[in-house]
């Protein structure tokens, strides 16, 4: 056999959270729980696609106008500028004043992905920071865009189950200025743990001291408190200091439209003088990487967005969504506490978002996995969507019991 020029290609490691969602899936067992994947499911353990992007789908497809033209590199700016709108609010300053401006993304990885892009080619920063932990994407999005010193600061606290505020700001007061610093502006992924607001202003005072670039990954507004204005608050906190700054929205989770794509980039100037040759460059990215983005998703949010009766509608549907994972952390934590699990489990209930850090161990998880086929990360982070009224009882006994059993 010739020579192959693939002979040395070495296999890579397989991305846990599918992999483990492939062990969920293979599985036979009658009760068989996925707590793994970053998706939200119905008390029925069922997806669901929000009755108001149904409503709106409809309309969609009965519109003969709609083509499937090519949007714009830049994507749909009807769409864009009410997502900035919605996370920095239409009020804020620095949407008054012309210092904001926007690009649709392929969800909120595109807007990662398109952020290190600008931040390592366009402005030359070659430092990034994130949490430790973190979403397992961050690094690796860095790392591809030719980042040469990918750092942690300290974020969990294992001992507290909460966050390690002292830790995260020492770090930070170590890094290099010009250091892109991410920033989970809400439901903290993997940890569900989430500064309190005068921590972020000290967080806010430290990236100022530094001269810190603060990129914020907006995942989660309203689907963590089901309040859009709260959930974004560390966003509108920083724009208001005055920060140069950068956000990528995701409305996977928000919307439940995963497989759509959707996204956007919010870019914060101190000057709108620098918007036009801003946004030439983000031309330029997107061209060489994708071209430009698709239509559907964009279509749909944007019509939500800027059609009031919809809006509200919407808003119903996230109270709704963060509502029963509200319900589903009250639930476990009542469980464990009443099974007499040891330890304290209050942090199930001050976590916030579609994510818990449990305080379960590798050995514990894998033993969830092996004996009660209830499948997690080994980290012990569980998605609180994957419980329901008919399975948080088997969960919180299975828990119990690897707990009480397994070191």
């Not at 994507?75 to 900035?84: C, I, K, N, Q, T």
């Not at 949407?95 to 690009?103: F, L």
């Not at 001291?209 to 974004?232: I, T, V």
Request: hydrophobic residues 40%; neutral net charge.
């Amino acid at each position: 056999m010739a020579d192959s020029r693939f002979a040395e290609v070495q296999q890579a490691a397989p991305i846990e959270v599918f992999a483990v969602s492939k062990a969920f899936t293979d599985s036979t067992h009658p009760k068989k729980v996925n707590l793994s994947v970053g998706a939200y499911r119905t008390d029925e353990a069922k997806p669901w696609v929000l009755p108001v992007v149904r409503k709106v789908e409809v309309e969609l497809a009965a519109d003969n106008s709609l083509t499937h033209e090519y949007f714009p590199i830049l994507g749909l700016d009807v769409f864009s500028a009410a997502a900035a709108r919605m996370l920095l609010g239409a009020s804020h300053p620095a949407i008054t004043e012309g210092r904001v401006t926007w690009v649709q993304t392929l969800s909120g990885t595109g807007g990662l992905r398109v952020a290190a892009d600008f931040t390592g080619h366009v402005l030359k920063y070659n430092t990034v920071y994130y949490s430790s932990p973190t979403w397992g994407n961050h690094r690796l999005i860095f790392q591809q865009a030719g980042f040469t010193e990918l750092r942690q600061y300290r974020y969990w606290d294992a001992a507290t189950r909460g966050l390690d505020i002292d830790g995260m700001i020492e770090d930070l007061s170590k890094a290099p200025e010009n250091s892109v610093i991410i920033l989970h502006t809400c439901a903290h992924n993997p940890t569900g743990v989430d500064p309190t607001h005068d921590q972020w202003k000290k967080i806010a005072d430290v990236v100022a001291e530094k001269k810190l670039f603060p990129l914020f990954d907006s995942a989660y507004q309203g689907f963590a408190s089901g309040d859009l204005d709260n959930d974004a608050w560390a966003v509108r906190h920083f724009a208001e200091r005055g920060f140069e700054m950068m956000s990528s929205q995701s409305f996977s989770k928000n919307f439940g439209l995963y497989n759509e794509r959707i996204g956007n980039l919010v870019v914060v100037l101190k000057d709108p003088a620098y918007i036009t040759p801003t946004r030439s460059q983000l031309t330029l990215l997107v061209r060489g990487a994708y071209s430009n983005p698709p239509c559907h998703g964009a279509r749909i949010v944007s019509k939500v967005l800027n059609d009031p009766a919809l809006f509200e509608e919407w808003k119903g549907c996230i109270k709704t969504m963060s509502g029963r994972i509200i319900e589903m952390r009250k639930g476990l934590r009542e469980r464990l506490e009443k099974l007499g699990t040891p330890g304290t489990w209050d942090h199930i209930t001050s976590q916030i978002g579609m994510f818990s850090f449990t305080g379960l161990n590798a050995k514990q998880s894998k033993y969830l996995g092996d004996k009660y086929h209830i499948f997690l990360l080994s980290s012990g982070r569980i998605n609180m969507c994957g419980l329901t009224t008919g399975n948080i009882d088997y969960v919180a006994e299975a828990i119990n019991d690897a707990v009480c059993n397994v070191s």
